[in-house]
């Protein structure tokens, strides 16, 4: 059994609140049972310079934990003056995983700037910030749309992430801080609604793991991720 | 009459959320309007090194504002490699503010650290945060008392923000963003619930100000900072 | 009797040295006691790029203090590779103090740099920065007309500044550094030589203080401000 | 055919030179083609303060380009003032890849640094770095225990490290500059010498890959490492 | 004929103020012509962590230049966070030439910090940081015999500094700005007042220079530097 | 005997290889003896914002140690998000020495930028820098010419620098780090092929050095330069 009682292929309790803030082109609450991100995705009539009179937009994405979304407090980075090598690994993560369903050529010559940050922490950050920025995102392409901007919305399909674990042996599906504290291998997934990967993150923490292990948690992911899709296109639906 | 229909001695609709997060020894959503500031108190058994030994407590505040807070996204300070003037102009008051109301010596060689992090920006977002982070530190404190660490709370009594300034000739109480652009005065003041002053801080944006206009915004924040005192006390008695 | 044998509404001996350095357009060496700040003001013919093309100009300020200005030695900016949260509320006080009664339109598409650095520090350096970048500023413009680049000086009239305190309970005028330390409430007072108020600030730093005794220091700020209008006239009466 | 003229399942030459540098414990310069890597491996008799007193070891990697090991010269990280996500990602790769072969309670208090610093780039600079680390750790570690401060080498197996991706539809092992430029997957695989993954990180660049392309990829990383492993026992045979 | 009217082996004015502020242990106003450069020298009864329980002292240097000290106005180094090569040259060049001439075992395990902060430059102010800096160096080293914690003054004898350098293939002693900007070699020469070499430096800005103008320049600095401690002797005479 | 085996006015053995990297411009390794530095050279057809439009060129260098280049590891600046003073130092004294002996005129509105990257130190790396990036610069002007970009190469002579001290009283050649390390005095000697001084730098580490064994030294850097001249002479004339 689980420290939450859930069996190993039960995600936790997921909510979506699309429009949690008022100023964003998209902006959506995002909870993974105790964990929950902010995702907001902004809209800016401009390119980074390097994309400048191409034709082509860009997306970006911003990660971020408040100081005390965790157990015991961490350093805020702005005051320390730098980002941590996790935090950026993250953000970068967010990026491309956002950047591999939206058409850059059909964005035409602007940026999306997704941020999300972590109102609460209890394992799983990335991940939910993945899956919501996907809906916050969404919303913001269909304000273009709406606007006269887009025709269409420049989002192919939808893309969640979840994380995958053995823990004593069980491989279990979207872990929580205890589990992830305890686990020897964990994985992030990142899927598409057509079940195409775009990320797949594995790591042993404790001893390494077989080609076997590595079967049974993407099978575990795929389901996860499924489940996922289905929630934010039901947060989607809700006008 | 003022943009959003309010008198103008008239507070914009005050909510006091406790236990917004789970971590945090204390931790208060608090909403002037539109405005939402995310205060944590967090409570750790040790000072900063000028302090050890010395028997007294510390009390510091950091203060964030999420890049999609306002109308148009801010660069994030933890991605520029630093706060600018503002943010610690703003942290700064906060402490004092805090520090002004709590017993060092009665607090023992302990910390508390505060956070005001913007979910959302309509004006007077340091105020609502020296409001909030009252309540937060308060139920801090209180948790010491229940675990027996300290006999009585060392908070000696409330302390409350509010913004008052001059539009178009008439004095206001409590500031939105609209107003906030356009004032000619602009005065943040902190008061204890006794009606004693903490922080007096007017600034002429345009025109200076004579002492009439003074003594005028001094009547009306005292209005304001006793009817936030009385939410507070409001908050604090529900458990 | 205060420390320095001044009465309550005495300032100390105040000294305004023009042209103190040769290459900057206005350079005063302002001593408020044994407070000695140099103050410059630079003229560029060119503005910070959001005012570009607005026909508008612009005034800043940067503050610093020399290490061993105080009794013991505080560390380099420059070494530790970022200004305190302290010199950055100064300076940008200061900046707002000086716009106050600059015209803006009336200076045209050009920026004064204001430059204050404490030589020497024994309370007071930010009133004592302000008062001396006044007539560093005044004369910086001064230059402007006398090389026909403006017909009238946009300086619409002085602006001076001194601190305030209660000291043992009682109000006093001009704190050096012994009381400064002491004292249960500081105020510094920025206003115009028509006696109206550009900034007020006000802090307990012990307990805080009643309307009474925030009137009585405004009394005696007031006078204070004069006394140092009449020295800065003298001052620029000499060339 | 691959631009290299390569077969899909074939290695770049692969050489791997110990003692390229005099000074560090472990030194060797490792070479996939045209990509070259100089990885020392650096002994401490401490740990960082998070570990002191716990009797157990550390390992730690750093990584770094060289500005002109790339087509166009890139700034260099120590003059920009920081490293880039890119190089925070890789480096935290390295560290967790070695430190899953090594036990840290046989390393005893002491650390092992790892720096790899590429001297010339031609695609899959990580997995050159973390394949010649393992080497150089191993060699710092023979170094122990031929003083006698070991009494075995406390690496339990080695570890090696190899990209796959897909290229028109094609599963490639051992990626160049080219063929890494315009692949629509990339895969970096970290396997220890028995067969169990590390490190799998998957990255859809264009289109989002199937299961079946991801097992076809992780078949092809399986044999690579396994030559891979083969060329580190000679190297670590030559003494 | 030189621009200042100076003969090509004539220094210009030189002022040694010795006091000039209060705080510092030594506190001394060069002024080298219009160069004026403010040394202190700051007495901290502690060493750097790599002395600690050596027994032995430390002395060490910094460097500023206030913005408007030089004809058009140069970035604040604190504002921008870094102090650029050229300060970090300088400074390191005034400590070497300090620790020369001071006994660091009769010095004890305390150290010296010298802060060189240029008020108005007009050339030569590497050369007037270190002369004066020796003076404010004495000044303090004094003190401490005064105080009975040392029995002799730990510095061994006097070290100027002074620049000198080719214009129009004349060799001239101690280069204001003007000359300084149109000099093709420049060369700074730190000696002690027994006639011996503690740096030279000399650098060609156009052509190269002969071994023959070396020596020119180098008999020049020579009768240059013992002027210079004459000046710095009667400066310390003066009590 | 010097601990090389080495006779005072002997070199030690020095390499220069061509061609070490493949994706510069001019790439060169230089060996004097167990120091080595991989130097390149990169040409860039923009120039730096302060000289655009002005039709003449500009060169610069940086200067890096990898951590492990010396007996202990050093900390990696792009880590510790800075450089120190003498790595500043150092590249500011290899921009200088090449600048020297290149027409910028010549070199047209394009820039070099020199890479020198100590892969092993053992003293001498800043002269060994200069002495090789002379050979890579050369190398990179002469494919300018060879592309038909330039109809000369615009390197005006060979310029190389070696390091001189005394040595329990004895000058010598070309220190390496032990002597380094023991000497009172260490001079670094910058001289063209033509023989004249570009940059002399003599450094009292000990006691301060006389007029007599300033001649010393720079006779036996005359001798140094000129035979690396001949060593730089051959490197190029190989192709």
Redesign the interface.
């Known amino acids: 059994m689980r420290p939450s009682q859930r069996q190993p292929h039960q995600l936790r309790d997921i909510r979506i609140t699309r429009g949690f803030?008022?100023?964003?082109e998209g902006?959506v609450l995002i909870e993974f049972g105790?964990t929950?991100v902010?995702c907001?995705a902004?809209v800016?009539e401009s390119v980074p310079g390097f994309l400048r009179g191409k034709g082509t937009g860009w997306l970006t994405a911003?990660y971020?934990m408040?100081?005390?979304?965790?157990?015991t407090?961490g350093a805020?980075?702005?005051?320390k003056?730098?980002?941590s090598?996790?935090?950026?690994?993250i953000?970068?993560l967010i990026g491309?995983s956002l950047r591999?369903v939206v058409d850059m050529n059909a964005l035409g010559e602007r940026q999306v700037?997704i941020?999300c940050?972590v109102?609460?922490?209890d394992g799983g950050t990335r991940t939910a910030a993945i899956t919501g920025a996907c809906v916050a995102v969404h919303e913001a392409l269909d304000g273009l749309v709406r606007r006269g901007l887009l025709t269409t919305n420049p989002m192919r399909e939808l893309v969640a992430a979840v994380s995958v674990g053995m823990v004593d042996g069980v491989p279990v599906l979207d872990l929580d801080y205890p589990e992830d504290s305890a686990c020897d291998t964990d994985?992030n997934v990142v899927?598409?609604a057509?079940?195409?990967?775009?990320?797949?993150?594995?790591?042993?923490e404790g001893?390494?793991?077989?080609?076997a292990e590595?079967n049974a948690l993407?099978d575990l992911a795929?389901t996860g991720i499924a489940e996922l899709n289905a929630l934010q296109r039901d947060a989607l639906a809700q006008d």
């Open positions: 803030t008022k100023h964003a902006s105790d929950r902010l907001t902004s800016e911003e971020g408040l100081p005390r979304a965790t157990h407090r805020r980075e702005a005051a003056g730098k980002q090598g996790r935090t950026q690994e953000q970068r491309r591999a700037i941020d940050d109102l609460q922490a994985m899927m598409t057509s079940g195409h990967f775009v990320e797949v993150q594995g790591t042993a001893h390494a793991f077989t080609r590595l993407l795929t």
